[in-house]
């Protein structure tokens, strides 16, 4: 197989682009790097198309080395043909190369091979030429034999049967058909392992749904309630269909032989196909299930670490709690504490507000705080209207958010915690990154193991490295399309950095302390264990603000710089015009004169010029500030008894799930939104039309109390649904029951201004 040539075809690119992207990924360049200082190699692919051909990459190579290894036990056994060959080498996939070998596959003790031993081959040898003239029976007594336990015609007979079923349960050609037929016409089924149990799975107690139509986070909810013994579960397909393309094929005639052949093919469905088959079939939905599932969770997590950081802002940190009392913690502009002490303006035994507010008041006036940030866990509601009572009685204009503190209890608690602040309690040190996250989201949070950031569905039953990788590749995407400051990025931001491991990020931080600030990028030649390919890597995703070169402190990488000064030479500035913003201007100059004739005398191809003047225009430059700013809010608390259905409000989407989106109102629950009330147009998944952070308008439909549910429309417009008070009959892919809805909620942050 030309694996480059199957990678065009597959990607709908060009063959140049694949080889050269192939070559890069073989010479160990990061996808990032890659990405942004190799367009003209790869055609200007992004991150996510390079990322799923590496993956691709890998799977078509892993398959072309299994088809190898087959090929050479095959030979061995001196049983390779032609056929087999052809065979092997047009199998697409690591089931069907499976299925080819399956005959020559070693095999555990089985009836057939007892039956082998027996002497008992020959038998089924004639039986499968079914000759109009052979009675069996009479062939059979020339197999009788005491000492090989085959003492009758009818242990003979059933000896050759298990051999007939067991060559063809090894058919692969039969096993792709019956795989094929399962997959149009079988269907899911599961049953109450216990009628009489109490569950959140009881939608499924009695539910069957073919293959084709079930959606992915029903296959989930269904392989979970298996695997917490509520369901049993089990692929339903028509038998008669299926046994008749075995009996099509084998059987020839209506003779003696032909009748035992025939009930050799049944048997072959029944014990040893079907029951393989339906393993096969279970086990590719749970991972096509599990790689939608993951997809997901990469799209809302790479949009929550992308939120706008809350720049320029001194924040005061709430970690609310009862017993404990609420921890708080100042951090000013650039993340360093100020100020750490704990109140108690929640109900518990230390219950004092007039102590609490006068507490909290000094810290605002001492600080200069604009911004509370408080956690959403256990308390977060009486602390909320703790601070929004205070808040009207101090004349200092500031305001509050309420944001997502998933993960910061398991990141308090971490060696990683420790050593950054080894005077500080676990539950001061939450109270600190409950603030760092909301003034800089993405650095606090790439200190989280990406799984506990809490914006996926099901995350505990994917597959644990799957995950890892997808959820890692989408940490490093973000970090090095944002860059970082390489005199402020703790050890754990500048990990992620394309080029840098964990050891050489400590070494960095290490050398910063001991030296002092770096003045310039080439300085990371000195730090140990960084040589030149590291350098090559990581040097344009790390900044130097106020550095000895204005382009340090852009994503210029340094094997540009010479024609980055070119550029501003030919347009009319100087390196100084950087710094200062006179290089506003060089867009229109570079267009007045031509990229392909600034291309051409620069050496350099047209997508690494545009991004060189982008960086020239707007040194330092981030991302994330060209995003909407956090919603703000204002007039009272509101709680979800507040709600009616018909109320009108606009909100942020939290979490994105395969049926719908969640959405914070300013409640502490947040609103489901299903997958039919996002929008009028049809719509196959959520991401289609919404994303994390989104501001959006909608209606109330249904509030359950109760329960603590909220349902909630985005269509607007649609006249009917203004008359409706509770939300329509759901349709065929509704979220069932099953689903625990509380563990894919994510109210990230909400804020209130007074």
Known sequence: MDINKTLAQEFGLRQEQVDNTVALIDDDKTIPFIARYRKELTGSLDDQVLRELH???????????????????????????????AAIDAAKTLVEVEDIYRPYKPKRRTRAGIARENGLEPLSEIIMAQDMATDPEKEAEAFINEEKNVPDVKTAVQGAMDIIAENISDDAEIRKKLRDLAMREGKIASKAAD??????????????EPIEKIAHHRILAIDRGEKENFLKVSLELDETSAAGLIIHKYVKNDSACAEIVREAAADSYKRLIFPSIEREIRSELSANAAEQAIKVFASNLRQLLLQAPLKNSVILGLDPGYRTGCKAAVIDSTGKVLDTNVVYCTPGPKTNIEASKRIIKQLIQNHGVTTISIGNGTASRETESFVAELLKEIPEKVSYMVVSEAGASVYSASKLAADEFPEFDVSLRSAVSIARRLQDPLAELVKIDPKAIGVGQYQHDMPKARLSDALTGVVEDCVNSVGVDLNTASHSLLSYISGINA?????????????????????????????????????GFLRVRDGKNPLDNTAVHPESYEAASSLLSECGFTLADISNGGASGITEKADSIGLDSISANLGIGVPTLTDIIAELKKPGRDLRDELPPPLLRSGDIMEIKDLKPGMELVGTVRNIIDFGCFVDIGVHEDGLVHISQICSRYIKHPLEAVKVNDVVKVRVLDVDVKKKRISLTMRLDDEAEKKQSKPAKKPENRRPKGADITKMRNSSFRIKQK
Do not use: H, W
């Open 195 to 208: 009628e009489e149990a109490e569950s959140v799975y009881t939608n499924y107690y009695e539910y069957s």
């Open 55 to 85: 993956d691709r990459l890998m799977y078509l190579r892993n398959l072309e080395k299994r088809k190898e290894e087959i090929r050479n036990a095959i030979t061995e056994q001196e049983k390779m043909t032609p056929e087999i060959e």
């Open 503 to 539: 050891s050489v990020a400590k070494n960095i931080v290490a050398y910063r302390e001991e030296n002092g600030r770096f003045t310039d990028r080439k300085q990371l030649l000195k730090v140990s264990k960084l040589g030149k390919k590291a350098f090559e890597q990581c040097a």
